[in-house]
């Protein structure tokens, strides 16, 4: 069974910096797919950013420029770094892996979330 945990979130200003964390609880290349989502009060969940472990990366348009996904694998972890933060972004951000079974049976993993206040 694999656990994810974030961690990383806070308060910060309009125009500030976070590192978020996912960190994994076996070997991170077994995941074949991680992602960061974020929801707001109100809001529906969306998409942040994705890593595979080949190592491709996807983001959201409204982050493109801002934000960078990374993965350290001797750590099992992946991180969300976020610059230039906007009230916006206000969120609880959760960490998603997919695991694709060789047959392709598809299972999916979240963390428990890490809220990030961005203050104007």
């Known amino acids: 069974q694999v656990q994810l945990v974030e961690s990383g979130g806070g308060l910060v200003q309009a125009g500030g910096s976070l590192r978020l964390s996912c960190a994994a609880s076996?070997?991170?290349?077994?995941?074949?797919?991680i992602s960061w989502y974020r929801q707001a009060p109100g809001k529906q969940r969306e998409m942040v950013a994705t890593?595979?472990?080949?190592?491709?990366?996807h983001y959201a348009d409204f982050v493109k420029g801002r934000f960078t996904i990374s993965t350290d694998y001797a750590r099992n972890t992946v991180y969300l770094q976020m610059d230039s933060l906007k009230p916006e972004d206000t969120a609880v951000y959760l960490c998603?892996?997919?695991?694709?079974?060789?047959?392709?049976?598809?299972?999916?993993?979240w963390g428990q979330g890490t809220r990030v206040t961005v203050s104007s």
């Open positions: 076996e070997n991170i290349f077994r995941i074949n797919t």
């Open positions: 998603n892996g997919v695991i694709v079974s060789t047959s392709g049976r598809s299972f999916n993993y």
């Open positions: 890593i595979t472990n080949s190592g491709t990366t």
